[in-house]
């Protein structure tokens, strides 16, 4: 079977980059500014 | 009869999904759940009072733009793996910004072609660099915090889900409003105005997350097949789709969103979807050859 080697290469790097993201607290970040209105976006500034 | 009667239900089912606390319209205030945590795939506002999860734009800029971090580990790879996994098919089925903008080219009007306007498809790679990114990253306070500014200053994703349902419900927010919300208000009209003309004007040209499932549309697993021993290279195919894609040619290019027109459109049934690590490309190289 042709497997697409590209394909397969960035799901892994895929899944180690969040591995490593969540281990580094970046999801934390993310669920801080999500959880907290974000002035900028709705325009406050 | 080409276009597909059923999509704007998976629509309005990833619509429904990414913000399902639409009682929070009406009390003016946001989800503080931990599913915040995560993205959903496609541009949806986390300020919006219905959204569950967070946008992955806002939430890259978030991350790059705070002091702790210069790379977003988690997002990008987040965005790589649904990248890989359906391309732009998020664009074409997940998005909730990519169907108010269908929604509202369906306003009876003189319909314009953006096929001349081609160039500008490239607009969106310079905002996903610069205002995503570069700007975020560099452009810091000193404390070292980032703006987003995609979202401050061009998103009008904010405004339509965020700003102006908050600014309705909260008097507080709605005393807080400047000249950054007339701006984006503007943006917001101008873009609606360009949405009833052109076929997701939007998509095309400045959304960074298109761009960067773009990217990756080669390489996603779902993915259209052209059967080369069917093909005539009638051009049915490309005449009817209206993001300007010569599908028999390049049935994976960048600006496809899948949305499976060219599918139905085609009278010798060449075209194909598929979901596969198996590729298909080398055969299809081959019959090409053949034909040359």
Redesign the interface.
Known sequence: ????K???F??A??????????W????????S???N??L?????? | MAENKHRWKIQLAATLASNPFFLNFFEGK?????S????VPGLN???CPAAA??CPI??LQ??IG?S??HF???????L??MG??LGRAICGFLCPFGWFQELLHKIPSKKLSAKKLHPLTYLKYVVLAVFVIILPMTVVNEVGLG??FF??YI?P???LE??IP??IADSA?RA???A??????CILLGCMVLFVFFYRPFCKWLCPLGAFYAL?NS???YRFHIDTDKCTSCGACSKVCKMDVDVFRTPNHRECIRCGDCVRTCPHQAITRTFS???T??KKVKTHEKNS
């Open positions: 079977m042709n497997l697409r590209s394909s397969l960035l799901l790097a895929a899944a180690v980059m969040i591995a490593v993201g969540v580094r607290g970046e999801a934390a970040t993310v669920l500014k999500g959880i209105l974000c900028e976006c709705v325009g406050i500034g | 946001i989800h503080k759940g931990r915040k945590m995560i993205c506002c986390y300020s999860a967070s806002g939430s978030a991350v705070s702790k971090f977003a580990y988690y997002i990008v790879g987040l790589i793996l890989v996994l703006d987003p979202c401050k998103c994703v904010g405004i965020g700003g908050l600014s927010i807080s409003l400047g950054l919300f007339t701006w984006k208000s990756l390489v996603s697993l690590l198996k590729s490309e080398g």
